[in-house]
């Protein structure tokens, strides 16, 4: 089938949600580090249209965007799937996930990244968009049911970076009065040992996102 390689960085939560895919299919492959602040060849060669980790190489083929890749990993190797079989379950994973990283993770950038009264807004509007998935979540241990899947996956970046992004943002969204059942879909999630086993060191998110804290303020005033 040819082999397997990442082009990631241990910083990139997008990366990470790669590897659990491939660590929960039992795939072996082959890290290559990968620097998103100074980018190498390799990465302009596989992704010139959008130039961002991850990228995965299967033999001579690359594949990028983080959850289409998990939907190639998982159409490649079918053992322990993390889609649905029911085609309007399928759709609901796939819509979710697309919700979690569009309103979710984003909003919770944007209201980082903002200032004053923008920020106030930018928080409300994200802890809104968290109360849907905390409405998937209810009285279930994974969000779809029994099994871990492709949504966990995704929604991974919850336990994994959230908290950082609140550091580095001096704000705070999520905590386990408001959104219960999230919260502790998170502390179950990281105790998965294949999870935790991919899980970056705190410091390094934390420089990451500090770094990019800066760099996008630093663009914002030019
Ligand atoms: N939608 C993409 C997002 C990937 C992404 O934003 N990757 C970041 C690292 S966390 C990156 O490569 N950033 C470099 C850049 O924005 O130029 C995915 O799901 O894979």
């Given at each position: 089938?040819?082999?397997?390689?990442?082009?990631?960085?241990?910083?990139?939560?997008?990366?990470?949600?790669?590897?659990?895919?491939?660590?929960?299919?039992?795939?072996?492959?082959?890290?290559?580090?990968?620097?998103?602040?100074?980018?190498?060849?390799?990465?302009?060669?596989?992704?010139?249209?959008?130039?961002?980790?991850?990228?995965?190489?299967?033999?001579?083929?690359?594949?990028?965007?983080?959850?289409?890749?998990?939907?190639?990993?998982?159409d490649?190797?079918?053992?322990?799937?993390?889609?649905?079989?029911?085609?309007?379950?399928?759709?609901?994973?796939?819509?979710?996930?697309?919700?979690?990283?569009?309103?979710?993770?984003?909003?919770?950038?944007?209201?980082?990244?903002a200032?004053?009264?923008?920020?106030?807004?930018?928080?409300?509007?994200?802890?809104?968009?968290?109360?849907?998935?905390?409405?998937?979540?209810?009285?279930?241990?994974?969000?779809?049911?029994?099994?871990?899947?492709?949504?966990?996956?995704?929604?991974?970046?919850?336990?994994?970076?959230?908290?950082?992004?609140?550091?580095?943002?001096?704000?705070?969204?999520?905590?386990?009065?408001?959104?219960?059942?999230l919260?502790?879909?998170?502390?179950?999630?990281?105790?998965?040992?294949?999870?935790?086993?991919?899980l970056?060191?705190?410091?390094?998110?934390?420089?990451?996102?500090?770094?990019?804290?800066?760099?996008?303020?630093?663009?914002?005033?030019?």
């Amino acid at each position: 089938m040819g082999e397997v390689k990442v082009i990631g960085s241990i910083s990139s939560l997008f990366c990470t949600r790669v590897e659990w895919a491939l660590k929960l299919k039992g795939v072996e492959y082959e890290y290559i580090h990968e620097d998103p602040l100074n980018k190498s060849p390799l990465l302009f060669k596989h992704n010139p249209m959008h130039k961002k980790v991850p990228v995965v190489l299967h033999g001579d083929r690359a594949v990028a965007e983080s959850l289409v890749i998990l939907e190639y990993l998982d159409d490649t190797w079918k053992e322990s799937p993390l889609l649905p079989q029911d085609p309007y379950e399928k759709s609901m994973a796939r819509f979710w996930a697309k919700f979690n990283d569009e309103k979710c993770l984003l909003g919770a950038w944007t209201a980082c990244k903002a200032k004053g009264e923008e920020k106030e807004k930018a928080i409300e509007s994200a802890k809104e968009s968290l109360s849907f998935l905390e409405k998937q979540i209810e009285g279930k241990t994974f969000f779809g049911g029994e099994k871990l899947g492709f949504l966990d996956l995704a929604v991974g970046w919850i336990p994994l970076c959230l908290g950082v992004m609140e550091q580095v943002g001096e704000m705070k969204l999520f905590d386990a009065e408001k959104f219960p059942s999230l919260h502790e879909w998170c502390q179950n999630f990281i105790q998965i040992p294949m999870i935790k086993e991919a899980l970056p060191p705190r410091e390094k998110l934390f420089a990451y996102f500090t770094t990019i804290y800066f760099l996008s303020l630093a663009a914002q005033k030019q």
